[in-house]
């Protein structure tokens, strides 16, 4: 489901960010979070400990995936992710030129000890399991898993989850895809794991896997834009809590805080919603499978 490099450049990422100014409210005091909202001096840059005073670091993976980031850049200010990115880092009073984008492999974002980031925003599904090593902002978008093929794969016709049983599937490791193969589908042959997305979607061009699993919206890019036949099987069913992605903090992190009330915000006054429909677009209808 599941990326990131280079210093920041303007052109991109300011129009983004002069187009989420027009959208923000002239009163940013409203916060879900207890503590102070991010317009107050707690959550101003020169009072934030961030790795750089008056800097903001922020985390991805590389390669940067299609549509959370655009061209394999970051800094742009395209794709969903990276928007996103950047609206947090204006609510809490970072221009463009006082961000810092930093390469982080998925697995070492979440593994326990010390980061190199402030934040790291790469698909990162909330889970019990990985808060015991990290923090989560709050959730900045709600997601599904996908099954994905080609056509002519045995499974390009599957309805449902018995009709993936005997299905060899893939995918990223240390993800919630991988996840909701072994939880969800539950096949008879254990899923194979990849590095990344690519390895991935190449053992399914070259028919190492029958299908792979990925998050809705890379799935609706892959088989639209990747991939010669690309098909979507479908959607998965959501199991307990709905999924959700969060921006990924050190463990015990000063600036938890901060970061979750600029999300909290973003998603209070629309601005998530405009980045999502801008960036997302036409992700919503794929079959469910039961």
Same mark, same amino acid.
């Given at each position: 489901?599941?990326?990131?490099?280079?210093?920041?450049?303007?052109?991109?990422?300011?129009?983004?960010?002069?187009?989420?100014?027009?959208?923000?409210?002239?009163?940013?005091?409203?916060?879900?979070?207890?503590?102070?909202?991010?317009?107050?001096?707690?959550?101003?840059?020169?009072?934030?400990?961030?790795?750089?005073?008056?800097?903001?670091?922020?985390?991805?993976?590389?390669?940067?995936?299609?549509?959370?980031?655009?061209?394999?850049?970051?800094?742009?200010?395209?794709?969903?992710?990276?928007?996103?990115?950047?609206?947090?880092?204006?609510?809490?009073?970072?221009?463009?030129?006082?961000?810092?984008?930093?390469?982080?492999?998925?697995?070492?974002?979440?593994?326990?000890?010390?980061?190199?980031?402030?934040?790291?925003?790469?698909?990162?599904?909330?889970?019990?399991?990985?808060?015991?090593?990290?923090?989560?902002?709050?959730?900045?978008?709600?997601?599904?898993?996908?099954?994905?093929?080609?056509?002519?794969?045995?499974?390009?016709?599957?309805?449902? @989850?018995?009709?993936? +049983?005997?299905?060899? =599937?893939?995918?990223? /490791?240390? #993800?919630?895809?991988? &996840?909701?193969?072994? $939880?969800?589908?539950?096949?008879?042959?254990?899923?194979?794991?990849?590095?990344?997305?690519?390895?991935?979607?190449?053992?399914?061009?070259?028919?190492?896997?029958?299908?792979?699993?990925?998050?809705?919206?890379?799935?609706?890019?892959?088989?639209?834009?990747?991939?010669?036949?690309?098909?979507?099987?479908?959607?998965?069913?959501?199991?307990?809590?709905?999924?959700?992605?969060? @921006?990924?903090?050190? +463990?015990?992190?000063? =600036?938890?805080?901060? /970061?979750? #009330?600029?999300?909290? &915000?973003?998603?209070? $006054?629309?601005?998530?919603?405009?980045?999502?429909?801008?960036?997302?677009?036409?992700t919503g209808g794929a079959p469910e499978l039961s």
């Amino acid at each position: 489901m599941v990326s990131r490099n280079t210093l920041i450049t303007t052109g991109g990422a300011a129009l983004v960010l002069a187009a989420l100014a027009a959208c923000a409210p002239a009163d940013e005091t409203t916060a879900s979070t207890p503590s102070a909202s991010a317009s107050t001096n707690a959550c101003a840059p020169e009072t934030l400990q961030t790795k750089t005073a008056g800097k903001l670091t922020i985390g991805t993976d590389n390669p940067a995936y299609e549509p959370w980031f655009s061209d394999n850049k970051p800094s742009n200010g395209k794709g969903f992710e990276s928007a996103v990115a950047y609206a947090v880092a204006q609510r809490l009073g970072y221009s463009t030129e006082n961000v810092t984008w930093i390469s982080v492999t998925f697995n070492n974002a979440i593994a326990p000890g010390p980061k190199a980031y402030d934040f790291d925003i790469n698909e990162f599904s909330i889970t019990d399991e990985r808060r015991q090593a990290v923090d989560f902002s709050s959730p900045y978008y709600l997601v599904k898993q996908t099954v994905i093929t080609v056509k002519g794969s045995k499974i390009a016709g599957a309805k449902s @989850l018995a009709d993936l +049983k005997n299905a060899k =599937l893939g995918a990223q /490791v240390g #993800t919630t895809s991988y &996840q909701a193969i072994t $939880d969800v589908i539950k096949p008879a042959t254990d899923p194979q794991v990849f590095n990344n997305n690519d390895d991935a979607k190449a053992a399914l061009v070259n028919k190492t896997v029958d299908g792979i699993v990925v998050d809705l919206p890379t799935a609706f890019y892959m088989t639209g834009a990747e991939l010669d036949n690309g098909i979507i099987v479908g959607q998965l069913a959501s199991v307990g809590t709905p999924e959700q992605f969060g @921006l990924v903090l050190d +463990k015990g992190s000063s =600036l938890t805080t901060c /970061v979750s #009330t600029a999300v909290d &915000q973003l998603r209070q $006054d629309g601005t998530l919603a405009v980045l999502e429909k801008q960036w997302l677009a036409g992700t919503g209808g794929a079959p469910e499978l039961s």
